[in-house]
């Protein structure tokens, strides 16, 4: 042997004892592997817990399993187990694990699926603008973390009221989906984010030529709103479309469905009954609901085999009467009454049994006829939204101004509790007289401009000079709330200006527009957001040619009624719908008073659209630039509105097709 050699059996030894020790240290580096077969029994059990609710459960199976690894491998089963707990809307569970890590110890993609899950903390928490703050801030995303990464931004963009940047978003996660099931339900996704868009809105979305996918998106929605009620139509414009956009990922999944939908739904019964006060004091607004009811009836009923429509003349004393009188001819469905009371009048009865689609709201003292719908205009609604849209705005404290007496008293309370509900702050509500001009009182009350000047005052008497002085508003406000119809909110803005509130936002409700273009009578709400029904902003829309002819054939129609006309229309298009779990084209329906969703308790709620007034006439708002300064107007003179329009028709001083309580 050569000195200093190894003999070959001591070799064999070192050889087995290294390679012993790179085994050990190579489990030790990607924390033992686990069998295949292990991994499909525990993500069964888990499956199998998830689906039953158990988020707890299921987590605590993937943390079990990672107690016997290593990192990575263990940081896997953990961020698995956060997951399955932000699911089950666990969020500080999850965080705590989150938080546990130790970042050394991350993988490029393990340290993505922290900041994805981060993200989704955020959004579970209502913060979107944070969720999408981290999202910017991820490296692009391995192939494994790019369907969340997608969805969340989704989701985000969504929150914050930017439905086409979500739309898009869904269009990039397309393509990293694998199933026929995932992509139907990120198609459905794409479409609802869309479909909620005004056609003003439709059109700036469309930035890109065919076969743009999001431009093709965009089109299909708009197509849809035409040839709703006309599948043949339809599907010979989808054959148009498709030369536009071949191989559209909606033409697969997506057109099929809807065709389906549409042939198996859609369809009146046999025989209709309009229940309305056609003598007395809402005669006017019931004609004006019968002539919208009977618009879209003929507009439908061309070449097809028309229902019968029948319409009774009722009031709260005969309401019962002609409501079985209705049912005994025949009627598959009762649309009304109208007034509140006859309402209740009805529902109390214990005598309905059948569908009956109301056209004012009730509030619920009961049980409910199964087969009961409500619809309507009430101005609560307007306030509501008003808090939710200023909430997404970044607002917190709010100013309000409204007219005296119960109304003004009962539009206020609906927007003051969904206020405070979502964490705003109602500073001071004031109260003008609806017959005065001068609404200088409330006005400087609410902006404790009295406060400055008695400050001013106090100061002349110390000083015995009266220096110069300009008095200086509240610095808290965030935005006015304001409540007031045309007449009055051409005195209201002026004057708040005047009052150097040019620079609080200002969120109207639909009441401060009389339905028709003035530009004379409006300059003075320059700058004024506000929101109202498609038929009064979509001149040049779907409703166009029968807009155009109302104003040829009847010019000397009363103006107050229109928003009651568009009642009228969409209470027609909704009766086939009504009963479904989805109403309309998968959970709405695009009508002439707003986009139309149903709650669980069967009422109908409408989304409206936004427009801002410029040089005196309403111009649609949809782009990021129409929500900030406008070249002709003064710095931050906006204003911003909500859902809805009246309950009932105003009174002949009002300028409007809107008002107090029916």
Known sequence: MIPGSISPNKLLLSL???????????????????????????????????????????????????DTLKPPLENDYRLDAASLLLRGNFVEDARAIVSGLDSNSLTRSQSQRVGLLRA????????????????????????????????????AFAMTGKP??????????????????????????????????????????????????????????????????????????????????????????????????????????????????LKGGLAGAASAIRDGFLAAYYEQSAGTAAPEVRIYDVNEGNVVEQYQRAVSDGAGFVVGPLRKSTVNTLVGSGMVNGPVLTLNQIVETGQLPGELYQFGLAPEGEAREIARRALADGHRNALAIIPEGTWGDRVYTAFSEEWIKTGGVALEVQRYVSTETDHAGPIRAALNLDDSEARYQALVGQLGQRPEFEPRRRQDVDFIFLLAKPRQARLLIPQLIFHHAAGIPVYATSHVYTGYPDADLDIDLNGLMFCDMPWNLDRKGRWQALQDALSNHRPDRDARYERLFALGMDAYDAIPYLGQTDIGLFGTIDGATGRLTMDPQQRLHRQLEWAVFRNGIPAPVGAEADMGEDPGMEPDETAV?????????????????????I
Request: charged share 25%; with cysteine.
């Open 641 to 661: 509105t909500g859902d809805g329009a009246p309950d009932a028709p105003a009174g002949p001083d009002s300028s409007a097709g809107s008002g107090g309580s």
């Open 120 to 155: 989704g903390f955020a959004l579970a928490e209502n913060q979107p603008e944070k969720a999408l703050e981290i999202l910017y801030k991820l490296d692009e995303t391995e192939p494994e973390n790019a369907v969340q990464y997608h969805q969340l931004r989704a989701e």
């Open 164 to 277: 086409v940047d979500s739309a898009r978003e869904r269009i990039w996660l397309e393509s990293f989906l694998d199933t026929d099931i995932a992509r139907r339900e990120n198609q459905l996704a794409t479409w609802k984010q869309l479909s909620g868009l005004s056609e003003s809105e439709l059109q700036q979305a469309q930035v890109a030529p065919p076969p743009d996918t999001l431009s093709g998106w965009v089109e299909l929605v708009q197509l849809t709103r035409l040839y709703i009620h006309q599948p043949d139509v339809l599907r010979d414009a989808i054959s148009q479309w498709r030369s536009r956009y071949p191989g559209h990922p909606a033409d697969a999944i997506f057109i099929p469905e809807m065709y389906e939908l549409m042939l198996t739904t859609g369809r009146h019964p046999g025989q209709l009954a309009l229940l309305l006060p």
């Open 16 to 66: 087995l004892s290294l390679l012993s020790l790179l085994s050990l240290l190579g489990g030790c580096a990607t924390g033992m592997r686990v069998s295949p077969e292990e991994e499909a029994r525990l993500d069964r059990e888990v499956s199998n817990l998830e689906n039953a609710g158990d988020y707890r459960g299921a987590a605590a199976i993937y943390l079990q399993q990672a």
